[in-house]
């Protein structure tokens, strides 16, 4: 059964600084990996999607970057900002079309 | 593009109502649904998986007479809650997608919340 780790829970840094967010997952076997970002009481925006061919993917200060072998991705965000506090999520896809979610991570951005 | 919207957004029932979630695709036709529950600082744990005009297939240890599943036309799928308790209080995500190859694009959630 796939399971999918995020460590830490939580995170505050202070604004500007650049930061990663780690995702591992149990089994490889995955379609892709996507990363969302989850605000209090709101439902999920999808920020990052990866195939499982690719290594990375990046979207303004965003990038996201996938070893399927070690089944690892990281999120890095660079230059931070108040406005990215909120939950981050990564989910992965398998065989079977479903996605599994990690916990989040939370991350606070001082101003 | 891809707007998936739930309604309604909070619902307060008392224990042992039934109360029933909509989730629709607004620009695409879904042709799968699939139905989440998030407890505060948890993970998305899926429910069921709809496919338009058949049965919901429901994930171990969800039960399919409480939690009702109806995907009756490829943009509306419902969640009904029956007889629901003060533990079924939880936030529920709707996603949608076109096909198997597609993403799959989430609605904003409901928060449920049983007196």
């Known amino acids: 059964k796939q399971e999918v780790t995020q460590i830490p829970a939580a995170l505050s840094v202070p604004e500007g600084e650049n930061l990663v967010l780690n995702c591992s997952f149990t089994?490889?076997?995955?379609?892709?990996l996507q990363w969302f970002r989850q605000d209090p009481g709101k439902g999920l925006t999808s920020l990052l999607l990866?195939?499982?061919?690719?290594r990375e993917q990046t979207s303004g200060r965003l990038n996201a970057s996938l070893d399927k072998s070690s089944g690892r991705s990281t999120l890095y965000i660079a230059a931070s900002q108040p406005g990215d506090s909120a939950t981050y999520l990564c989910?992965?896809?398998?065989?079977?079309?479903?996605?599994?979610f990690g916990k989040g991570i939370t991350l606070s951005v001082r101003p | 593009g891809a707007v998936v919207s739930q309604h309604p957004s909070r619902v307060i029932c008392k224990s042992g109502t039934s109360v029933k979630i909509e989730c629709r695709s607004l620009?695409?036709?879904?042709?799968?649904m699939f139905w989440y529950r998030q407890f505060p600082k948890q993970s998305l744990m899926l429910m069921a998986t709809?496919?338009?005009?058949?049965?919901?297939?429901?994930e171990q240890g969800v039960e399919k007479d409480k939690f009702l599943i109806n995907h009756a036309s490829l943009t509306l799928s419902t969640l009904t809650v029956t007889s629901a308790h003060p533990e079924d209080s939880s936030f529920y995500i709707c996603?949608?997608?076109?096909?198997?190859?597609?993403?799959?694009?989430f609605g904003p959630g409901t928060r449920l919340t049983v007196t």
């Open positions: 996603s949608a997608r076109q096909g198997e190859v597609y993403e799959q694009y």
């Open positions: 089994d490889s076997a995955i379609y892709n």
């Open positions: 990866i195939q499982s061919s690719q």
């Open positions: 989910a992965v896809k398998g065989p079977d079309s479903k996605l599994t």
């Open positions: 620009d695409f036709q879904a042709t799968t």
């Open positions: 709809s496919n338009e005009g058949s049965k919901a297939t429901y």
